[in-house]
């Protein structure tokens, strides 16, 4: 059974950092694409960022996040710098095998439970 969990979430101020951390289980997700969600309370999931063949980042992140990820351990990991009031949000990890050459697609087949992050002084 594929599980994603999250954790790293939490509270910090403007212009802060965090580091999000998805532990995969339940297959081999060397091949799969990994991604990054978020949805801020009242608004749509929005995409972040994703790492398949190469990576790709929201516009709205870009500069600020990084996405990578640790095959040995199953590990997909999301560097957040600089972070903004805007980015307050639950972020959520994925995974899909469909979507390693295909990181512009954002369906995805298997998601985690999610962790809150709040950018707030």
């Known amino acids: 059974q594929v599980q994603l969990v999250e954790s790293g979430g939490g509270l910090v101020q403007p212009g802060g950092s965090l580091r999000l951390s998805c532990a995969a289980s339940?297959?081999?997700?060397?091949?799969?694409?990994m991604g990054w969600f978020r949805q801020a309370q009242g608004k749509e999931r929005e995409f972040v960022a994703a790492?398949?063949?190469?990576?790709l980042h929201a516009d709205s992140v870009k500069g600020r996040f990084t996405i990578s990820r640790d095959n040995a351990k199953n590990t997909v990991y999301l560097q957040m710098n600089n972070l903004k009031p805007e980015d307050t949000a639950v972020y959520y990890c994925a995974a899909d095998p469909r979507r390693y050459w295909d990181l512009r697609t954002y369906e995805y087949d298997y998601w985690g439970q999610g962790t809150q992050v709040t950018v707030s002084s």
């Open positions: 339940g297959r081999t997700f060397s091949n799969h694409a």
């Open positions: 790492m398949g063949w190469g990576t």
